[in-house]
């Protein structure tokens, strides 16, 4: 499996940024995507899980108020929609491939998902 990420950028706190993330190389509706980010020197956090089967979504809470994921399933991407950013989202965002075709109904866990992109830089600042 492939994902190259997108969509990054400088945003002014209260903005809103849409990354995209491409996939290939695997049986779309067999497996979950989920959405993670990251700063320097802390450890990746889970944001958002999506079923590609059936579009169930799982958000962890910290975001799920700002932060919608979506699909399309012709073009093979996931979109994760960010609104009224904070200087604390700030960080590298990446998507990577679920074990399972079902998201798990708990935190995300780093160590089950794999084929991560190289990620799209998010940076909230005024």
């Known amino acids: 499996a492939h994902f190259v990420e997108s969509g990054g950028g400088l945003v002014q706190p209260g903005g809103s940024l849409r990354l995209s993330c491409v996939a290939s190389?695997?049986?779309?509706?067999?497996?979950?995507i989920g959405w993670f980010r990251q700063v320097p020197g802390k450890e990746r956090e889970g944001i958002s899980c999506?079923?590609?089967?059936?579009?169930?979504?799982y958000m962890e809470d910290s975001v799920q108020d700002r932060f919608t994921m979506s699909r399309d399933n012709a073009k093979k991407t996931v979109y994760l929609q960010m609104d009224n950013l904070k200087p604390e989202d700030t960080a590298t965002y990446f998507c990577?491939?679920?074990?399972?075709?079902?998201?798990?109904?708990?935190?995300?866990?780093?160590?089950?998902?794999?084929?991560w992109g190289r990620g799209t830089q998010v940076t909230v600042s005024s």
């Open positions: 190389g695997f049986r779309w509706g067999d497996y979950a």
């Open positions: 990577a491939k679920y074990g399972l075709h079902i998201c798990a109904g708990f935190g995300m866990v780093v160590a089950d998902y794999d084929s």
């Open positions: 999506m079923a590609m089967y059936d579009g169930s979504i």
